[in-house]
């Protein structure tokens, strides 16, 4: 009989685990809580268990020891490592803690133990639902120094995570966190300025494996939505190294000493300060994508192997020592010898007609997976968390230019073309043109001030101009865009390109308005023109 594997999760970012798993000679039991979960027929069985379910999983798990000669219970990208410890700990497993998982789950607890050992991450004040009132007095509303950053305890993908820039803006934003929280909890932390960095590494016998650095891309403030990432990172060594030593130092307060770990984390004018750190694999395409790519080290198949209590011969094999200091840990990390960069496409509000362009998306020289998350009939928005995006591109190049390149490029082919006559798309194009600094959502093409003075002007002054149905929008650019062909939208088309990929694409639009098209055009991108065309 062979040696079988638990697997917590039949989603995308599950399919790296369940493969390996299989590369490994292991029979795959795959527990998820939607029967048709988009890996299910990966697996060589699958139970419908919600991973929430503690006990349940864990029930799953010894059944599966007296039957099937279970070895490990496994997770990446989900929510629920401490319940995979949980399982596999009662069957004496190899695994961090239950209680160093639950740590690592809980951001509450995971601020305490970090303030606890003195690792450099925010101040934080904790909110219970039950007492917001008797929290969150006047006076300490008063008192606070804004910006700040909500978030949810017990959630990730940015869900419910949000600056918070004034006093007005704090008790929507709270009740915003509190949604997304499974325990009614959220915390109100500072807001820590400064570029955002993802690692992962692994943890076993004292030594602590960086198994891959990625620089992430966040945008669209308020919220904390990542467009992407783009591995390795440029950062100078120091700075590399003192970013890692802290990581290892957090992971070592939350007690994890056997498997994946993961960690947000910001250089900042102070230094290295942990946004937060999972005891798992990451998700965003990281450990199961970019960094296998990037390196040739298949990463979640040596997470596998620890999780089996087996020494991961691959990872050694390729590691290298850090000089790294008073970590807690023996610290190695892993080189890249290309580049891997990831890219998300996004939409504005409304219903999906057609996903166009994925085929020559797939074609750019470099381009290596397109995840579609989006299709025709499915309601999609201007996303403010990591799970409302439409999709995602992952490139791969020998070089850091070559592979942001190619992400970008496949991602401009791609167009999420919308249902007419949908009022969260009339809604979001009729909205008044977001020009302060840092409103949301933000215009496609975000023009400069003056730019953008001149161009309502030009507008306003040509309000009844018609463009003629055969006629090429080209033709009838604003004079005030001129200097402005450059500027890029959110899925990277600049504004040059926009037209032409509007002219090929729409021969025949019907007479437009002038001035509705090209206030659509700036506010949706090429959406916006589409959606206003015949």
Same mark, same amino acid.
Not at 41 to 63: M, N, S, T, V, Y
Not at 504 to 512: F, R
């Given at each position: 009989?062979?040696? !079988?594997?638990?697997?917590?999760?039949?989603?995308?970012?599950?399919?790296?685990?369940?493969?390996?798993?299989?590369?490994?000679? /292991?029979?795959?039991?795959?527990?998820?809580?939607?029967?048709?979960?988009?890996?299910?027929?990966?697996?060589?069985?699958?139970?419908?268990?919600?991973?929430? %379910?503690?006990?349940?999983?864990?029930?799953?798990?010894?059944?599966?020891?007296?039957? $099937? &000669?279970?070895?490990?219970?496994?997770?990446?990208?989900?929510?629920? !490592?401490?319940?995979?410890?949980?399982?596999?700990?009662?069957?004496?497993?190899?695994?961090?803690?239950?209680?160093?998982?639950?740590?690592?789950?809980?951001?509450?607890?995971?601020?305490?133990?970090?303030? &606890?050992?003195?690792?450099? @991450?925010?101040?934080?004040?904790? =909110?219970?639902?039950?007492?917001?009132?008797?929290?969150?007095?006047?006076?300490? #509303?008063?008192? =606070?120094?804004?910006?700040?950053?909500?978030?949810?305890?017990?959630?990730?993908?940015?869900?419910?995570?949000?600056?918070?820039?004034?006093?007005?803006?704090?008790?929507?934003?709270?009740?915003?966190?509190?949604?997304?929280?499974?325990?009614?909890?959220? =915390?109100?932390?500072?807001?820590?300025?400064?570029?955002?960095?993802?690692?992962?590494?692994?943890?076993? %016998?004292?030594?602590?494996?960086?198994?891959?650095?990625?620089?992430?891309?966040?945008?669209?403030?308020?919220?904390?939505?990542?467009?992407?990432?783009?591995?390795?990172?440029?950062?100078?060594?120091?700075?590399?190294?003192? =970013?890692?030593?802290?990581?290892?130092?957090?992971?070592? @307060?939350?007690?994890? +000493?056997?498997?994946?770990?993961?960690?947000?984390?910001?250089?900042?004018?102070?230094?290295?300060?942990?946004?937060?750190?999972?005891?798992?694999?990451?998700?965003?395409?990281?450990?199961?994508?970019?960094?296998?790519?990037?390196? %040739?080290?298949?990463?979640?198949?040596?997470?596998?192997?620890?999780?089996?209590?087996?020494?991961?011969?691959? /990872?050694?094999?390729?590691?290298?020592?850090?000089?790294?200091?008073?970590?807690?840990?023996?610290?190695?990390?892993?080189?890249?010898?290309?580049? +891997?960069?990831?890219?998300?496409?996004?939409?504005?509000?409304?219903?999906?007609?057609?996903? $166009?362009?994925?085929?020559?998306?797939?074609?750019?020289?470099? @381009?290596?997976?397109?995840?579609?998350?989006?299709?025709?009939?499915?309601?999609?928005?201007?996303?403010?968390?990591?799970?409302?995006?439409?999709?995602? #591109?992952?490139? #791969?190049?020998?070089?850091?230019?070559?592979?942001?390149?190619?992400?970008?490029?496949?991602?401009?082919?791609?167009?999420?073309?919308?249902?007419?006559?949908?009022?969260?798309?009339?809604?979001?194009?009729?909205?008044?043109?977001?020009?302060?600094?840092?409103?949301?959502?933000?215009?496609?093409?975000?023009?400069?001030?003056?730019? !953008?003075?001149?161009?309502?002007?030009?507008?306003?002054?040509? !309000?009844?101009?018609?463009?003629?149905?055969? %006629?090429?929008?080209? &033709?009838?650019?604003? @004079?005030?865009?001129?200097?402005?062909?450059?500027?890029?939208?959110?899925?990277?088309?600049?504004?040059?390109?926009?037209?032409?990929?509007?002219?090929? $694409?729409?021969?025949?639009?019907?007479?437009?308005?002038?001035?509705?098209?090209?206030?659509?055009?700036?506010?949706?991108?090429?959406?916006?023109?589409?959606?206003?065309?015949?």
């Amino acid at each position: 009989m062979k040696d !079988s594997i638990l697997i917590l999760g039949a989603g995308v970012m599950q399919r790296p685990a369940i493969l390996a798993a299989k590369k490994l000679g /292991l029979e795959t039991y795959v527990i998820d809580g939607n029967p048709d979960a988009p890996c299910v027929q990966d697996a060589d069985h699958f139970a419908k268990i919600d991973l929430k %379910d503690r006990d349940g999983i864990a029930e799953c798990a010894r059944g599966l020891s007296e039957r $099937m &000669n279970l070895k490990a219970v496994f997770t990446a990208g989900t929510d629920f !490592s401490a319940n995979a410890a949980y399982a596999a700990c009662q069957l004496g497993f190899a695994s961090h803690s239950y209680e160093a998982c639950v740590n690592a789950s809980d951001k509450a607890l995971m601020r305490q133990c970090f303030r &606890n050992a003195r690792v450099p @991450s925010p101040h934080f004040m904790l =909110l219970e639902k039950k007492y917001i009132k008797n929290t969150l007095t006047s006076s300490v #509303v008063q008192s =606070l120094k804004f910006p700040y950053v909500v978030k949810p305890v017990d959630n990730m993908g940015a869900r419910g995570c949000r600056m918070v820039r004034t006093s007005d803006e704090l008790f929507a934003a709270v009740d915003d966190a509190l949604k997304f929280s499974r325990s009614g909890r959220a =915390l109100l932390e500072e807001y820590m300025d400064g570029p955002e960095y993802s690692i992962d590494a692994l943890i076993y %016998d004292g030594t602590f494996t960086v198994t891959g650095f990625a620089d992430r891309h966040i945008t669209f403030e308020p919220y904390f939505v990542e467009l992407g990432h783009t591995m390795p990172t440029q950062i100078p060594y120091r700075q590399y190294a003192d =970013l890692i030593k802290t990581f290892a130092l957090g992971a070592k @307060s939350l007690g994890l +000493s056997r498997g994946a770990a993961k960690a947000d984390i910001k250089w900042t004018k102070n230094g290295p300060v942990i946004g937060e750190i999972a005891a798992r694999l990451s998700g965003g395409y990281m450990s199961g994508w970019t960094f296998p790519y990037a390196s %040739d080290l298949n990463l979640t198949e040596q997470a596998i192997e620890i999780a089996l209590g087996r020494r991961p011969a691959g /990872l050694e094999a390729v590691r290298f020592p850090l000089e790294i200091d008073d970590a807690g840990f023996k610290i190695f990390a892993c080189k890249c010898e290309r580049t +891997s960069a990831e890219r998300a496409w996004i939409s504005m509000p409304g219903r999906v007609k057609e996903v $166009m362009g994925l085929d020559e998306a797939a074609k750019v020289p470099g @381009s290596r997976d397109i995840f579609c998350r989006a299709k025709a009939g499915d309601r999609v928005v201007f996303p403010r968390n990591n799970v409302e995006k439409c999709g995602n #591109v992952v490139a #791969v190049a020998a070089t850091r230019e070559a592979a942001v390149k190619a992400a970008e490029e496949s991602v401009k082919r791609i167009v999420v073309a919308l249902e007419k006559g949908n009022p969260e798309t009339d809604d979001f194009l009729r909205m008044k043109r977001a020009k302060e600094e840092g409103a949301f959502p933000p215009e496609a093409f975000q023009l400069p001030k003056d730019v !953008s003075r001149a161009f309502d002007f030009e507008l306003d002054c040509e !309000s009844e101009r018609k463009i003629s149905e055969f %006629d090429l929008i080209a &033709n009838n650019v604003p @004079s005030s865009l001129s200097n402005c062909m450059d500027i890029k939208d959110w899925n990277h088309l600049t504004l040059a390109e926009t037209i032409e990929k509007y002219d090929k $694409m729409s021969l025949n639009h019907g007479e437009l308005n002038y001035k509705k098209f090209w206030l659509a055009l700036i506010r949706g991108g090429i959406q916006g023109a589409l959606y206003v065309s015949k």
